[in-house]
């Protein structure tokens, strides 16, 4: 009989958000009628902009003549949508970017965990707690842990504490560690950093030889124009850090897939001979290997973001998410709740009312308002007793779910 990869076993339960889904289904099931609200996962419900759609079926009609039919694309992604991305995400914002630093993909998500396959087994990993949970479950599959401990812990993994003590910006180890994943504006608390604290953690990778992987697939939720949108916004990044980013969350982009992972040529890690290698050359090599590139319909969507009509349009739907998460956070505060995030990210981290765990709270939303959420044990031990409301939804939505939990949990 063939073995497995045996790491996979050392996984907790299901993945967060169809153990989720899973528990939704059963309710559902039983209680045909429940009109179910769904704030859990971040998953956008408005329409695609009119831009993009448009440049999507042009490009539809291009597959349908010999003269503009295209069949592989480069595995990087096409040329005319990186230089996009590179001076308007990048050059804008004084990013020393070039278009051939960017790699074209179909989702953050997947690039978060096939990263690892240009990095060595024996680095030391550090991602703060609560955490998206992608980060942590490839480093198990992955092989790069232990078995967990009472609390959910992975052996072999350095967890960073973010809390409400701490603005739930993690306090930068005294330890060396070699990987470093951080998220701003942070998934699951709402919470941004400021220029100083990502300087503190550019400072701190390029005085260990430490990479940074930084995700910033919510930037375009950030309104405060004192606050970074990009690391490379931080000198001295292009040496230590790379970069995700995604189309999901401001173009709604979810069901559609196109995101990019940013690799500076100038990035290097440590080969067993103790020599220098660039990452931008093995993560190039790992991508025409193993991925044939984001369909040529799909890049023409994304680069329509991009247009004058498509940056205005992008703009209303972060706009409308945002004012969701405004709602939010003032319907819940009124209620007497202690809540976090949500200005600047389009999510809420919430304290549990009456002590309630994690989990609690989510069956009781569940049953009593209908409504789901994510409990925050679900993104690691530091977020038990939170829970994460997302702002992707309808207005309708919003408001009534906030009516019928604020009826209900009153503190
Ligand atoms: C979330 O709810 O945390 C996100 O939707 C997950 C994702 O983007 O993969």
């Not at 419900?45 to 759609?53: I, K, Q, S, V, Y």
């Not at 930068?172 to 070699?178: L, R, W």
């Not at 939720?221 to 995604?246: K, M, N, Q, V």
């Not at 600047?344 to 309630?356: E, F, Q, S």
Request: hydrophobic fraction near 35%; proline fraction near 4%.
């Amino acid at each position: 009989m063939a073995t497995i990869n045996s790491s996979y076993l050392k996984l907790k339960a299901g993945y967060l958000f169809p153990e989720i889904a899973r528990r939704v289904n059963t309710f559902a099931t039983n209680n045909p009628d429940a009109p179910i609200i769904r704030l859990g996962i971040g998953d956008v419900t408005e329409p695609l902009p009119l831009a993009c759609r448009q440049a999507m079926i042009k490009a539809v009609e291009d597959m349908g003549s010999h003269e503009s039919f295209k069949g592989y694309g480069p595995e990087q992604g096409y040329s005319w949508l990186r230089e996009k991305i590179a001076r308007h995400d990048f050059e804008a914002r004084g990013c020393a970017i070039e278009a051939d630093e960017i790699f074209v993909s179909d989702g953050s998500k997947c690039d978060t965990g096939n990263i690892l396959d240009i990095f060595g087994n024996d680095n030391t990993i550090a991602v703060t707690d609560p955490v998206y949970p992608v980060y942590v479950d490839t480093n198990v599959m992955a092989g790069h842990t232990g078995e967990t401990n009472d609390r959910g812990e992975y052996g072999g993994l350095v967890y960073l504490p973010i809390t409400a003590e701490n603005n739930f910006t993690a306090q930068i180890p005294f330890e060396k560690v070699d990987l470093i994943y951080l998220c701003f504006p942070n998934n699951p608390t709402g919470a941004t950093a400021t220029r100083e604290h990502l300087a503190a953690w550019v400072d701190y990778a390029r005085s260990h030889g430490s990479i940074i992987f930084f995700d910033a697939a919510y930037e375009a939720f950030i309104t405060d124009p004192s606050l970074p949108h990009s690391i490379y916004e931080i000198e001295g990044a292009r040496e230590c850090a790379l970069e995700f980013r995604s189309f999901s969350k401001n173009a709604g982009f979810t069901g559609t897939r196109c995101a990019l992972t940013v690799v500076p040529k100038s990035l290097k890690g440590k080969a067993a001979d103790g020599s220098e290698v660039s990452l931008h050359s093995l993560w190039n090599r790992r991508q025409s290997t193993k991925f044939n590139g984001v369909s040529y319909i799909v890049q023409r969507g994304a680069e329509a973001v991009y247009s004058e009509e498509g940056q205005a349009e992008v703009r209303e739907l972060v706009e409308f998410y945002l004012e969701n998460a405004t709602i939010i956070r003032e319907r819940l505060t009124a209620a007497g709740l202690a809540v976090y995030g949500g200005v600047n990210a389009p999510y809420v981290w919430v304290k549990t009312p009456h002590g309630l765990s994690s989990w609690d709270f989510f069956d009781k939303l569940l049953h009593t308002c209908n409504v789901v959420g994510t409990p925050g044990s679900g993104f690691g031990a530091a977020g038990e007793g939170y829970f994460r409301i997302s702002a992707f939804n309808s207005r309708d939505n919003v408001n009534e779910a906030m009516r019928r939990i604020t009826e209900k949990f009153k503190v």
